[in-house]
């Protein structure tokens, strides 16, 4: 390994981890902006915030994408419950830092450069074939030639990149809807401890007794 390409090796390890800490936790990507950091500094993609607060909140009354009334939710990193005001997610601050650094990764990094071409798989099949296509019929990815004249003549494709694109949107939401829901059934278990304890104390012998001596 000659110099430069090991100081390329080490500048990409330094990128990597820098990636690492700029990936959304909610949708896997890279923050979209506008992000904004929470009180407990974790930081979110700020259509990620909302659609967790959405599902954490579905009663709220919304007008316009705000609500009317504050709201809450967890921050899916650390729990830290996050209060908001009646602007919603759009009363959070934006962390400009996240958002320059960034502008400055993409400019730096994502630049078309033959060194980062990753290879792409090809068919099994047809060995010169990339996969590039997605059979709707099979639930599976394949290459051109196998629609063609291949096991999947008759099936039904798609291009694999949109394909990947609606599949990945549907789980983030997912992931965003259930941790939403995970926050608000938290809130009723939380509710219930109350009111047992709250029972606890207006009935104290209750709490002491055998169950059997209650029925
Ligand atoms: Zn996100
Ligand atoms: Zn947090
Ligand atoms: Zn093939
Ligand atoms: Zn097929």
Known sequence: MNNTRGESVARQIRMDSLEKQLICPICLEMFTKPVVILPCQHNLCRKC??????????????RGGTV?????????SCRHEVVLDRHGVYGLQRNLLVENIIDMYKQEYIRPSPERKVDQ????????????????????????????????????VAPLNSIYQTQKTELSDGIAMMVGNNDRIQG????????????????PVWG??????LA
């Open 49 to 62: 915030a909302n659609d967790i607060f959405q599902s954490s909140n579905p009663y709220l009354p919304t």
């Open 208 to 213: 002491l007794l055998p169950p059997q001596s």
């Open 121 to 156: 798989p090809v068919c099994e099949v047809h060995e010169d074939e990339k996969i590039n296509i997605y059979c709707l019929t099979c639930s599976v990815p394949t290459c051109s030639m196998c629609k063609v004249f291949g096991s999947h003549k008759d099936c039904e």
């Open 68 to 76: 009317a009334s504050g709201g809450r939710f967890r921050c899916p």
């Open 188 to 203: 009723i278990i939380s509710q219930l401890e109350e009111t047992c304890r709250t029972i606890e104390v207006s009935h």
